[in-house]
C-alpha cells in the first residue's frame, strides 16, 4: 500500500510540470507596438503552437532625407505607410523564428530642389529664375513580399519583446516626372531636359530593388 502511495505520488510530481507547460505552451494571442526601419504601429500576433504562428501590423512615420544629383540639392520627405502579415516558423519550438508574408506598401518619397544659380538640368545649362522650384516623387510597388528572421519570445503569457531583420521586396522606386516653376517651364527643349534629369535619376534608383527590415516590439501574450 505505502509503495503504491509513494508510486502515485512520484508520477503525479512528473506529471504536473508537464501538465503545466503545456497549458503554457499552448495558444495564445498577444498585442505589440513595434519600431523601426517600416515605421512605428501597433502588431496583433496568434500563436497556435510552439512551431507556427501568425501577425499583422501596420506602419507609419515620416522623415526628412536630403541629397544631391550633379548640381541640384533635393530636400526630400519620405513617408512610411504599410500593412500586412506575416507566417512564422519556429523551427525549435521556442524564440528563434523564421518568418515570411508580404505588404501593402504604400510608401512614398516626395522631393523638391529650388537652385541659386546657373544650373546643370539633363546635360544643358539654366537659370534659377528658367528652373524655380523643382518638384517630383517616387512611388512603389503596393504589393511587397518579405522575409525576415528573428525573436519572438517563447509561448507563454507575459511581457514579450521580439526583433526581426530581414527584407522587403518592394522593386525600384519608380520616380514621377519633374514639374518646374520657372519662367522655362512651358519651353519643349527645358521639358526635355527635365525628362533627361529623370531617367538618370530612375537609372540610380533602379539599382536599389530591396528594403532592409530591422523591426522591433514590446507588448504582452494573453
Known amino acids: 500500500m505505502n509503495i503504491r502511495y509513494a508510486a502515485a505520488l512520484l508520477a503525479t510530481a512528473i506529471a504536473t510540470p508537464a501538465m503545466a507547460q503545456d497549458a503554457d505552451n499552448g495558444s495564445t494571442v498577444s498585442v505589440a507596438l513595434t519600431g523601426g526601419t517600416l515605421g512605428i504601429g501597433p502588431e496583433l500576433g496568434w500563436r497556435p503552437s510552439e512551431r507556427i504562428g501568425v501577425?499583422?501590423?501596420?506602419?507609419?512615420?515620416?522623415?526628412?532625407?536630403?541629397?544631391?544629383?550633379?548640381?541640384?540639392?533635393y530636400e526630400g520627405d519620405v513617408k512610411l505607410n504599410s500593412f500586412g502579415a506575416m507566417l512564422d516558423v519556429?523551427?525549435?519550438?521556442?524564440a528563434f523564428r523564421i518568418s515570411g508574408g508580404a505588404r501593402i506598401n504604400n510608401n512614398t518619397i516626395d522631393v523638391t530642389s529650388t537652385p541659386s544659380g546657373i544650373v546643370e538640368i539633363g546635360g544643358?545649362?539654366?537659370?534659377?529664375?528658367?528652373?524655380g522650384t523643382l518638384s517630383s516623387g517616387a512611388?512603389?510597388?503596393?504589393?511587397?513580399?518579405?522575409v525576415t528572421i528573428g525573436f519572438g519570445g517563447s509561448n507563454r503569457k507575459g511581457f514579450v519583446f521580439s526583433a526581426d531583420a530581414g527584407v522587403l521586396f518592394q522593386g525600384a522606386a519608380r520616380l514621377r516626372p519633374i514639374q518646374a516653376t520657372g519662367?522655362?517651364?512651358?519651353?519643349a527643349d527645358f521639358m526635355a531636359s527635365l525628362e533627361a534629369e529623370r531617367v538618370s535619376l530612375q537609372d540610380d534608383v533602379d539599382k536599389v530593388k530591396v528594403f532592409p527590415i530591422l523591426q522591433f516590439g514590446l507588448g504582452y501574450r494573453f
Open 90 to 94: 519556429y523551427p525549435f519550438g521556442g
Open 139 to 146: 512611388d512603389f510597388k503596393r504589393f511587397s513580399p518579405a
Open 183 to 187: 519662367t522655362a517651364r512651358d519651353d
Open 55 to 73: 501577425r499583422g501590423s501596420a506602419t507609419f512615420v515620416g522623415i526628412g532625407a536630403d541629397f544631391d544629383s550633379d548640381d541640384l540639392a
Open 124 to 131: 544643358d545649362e539654366y537659370t534659377a529664375a528658367e528652373v
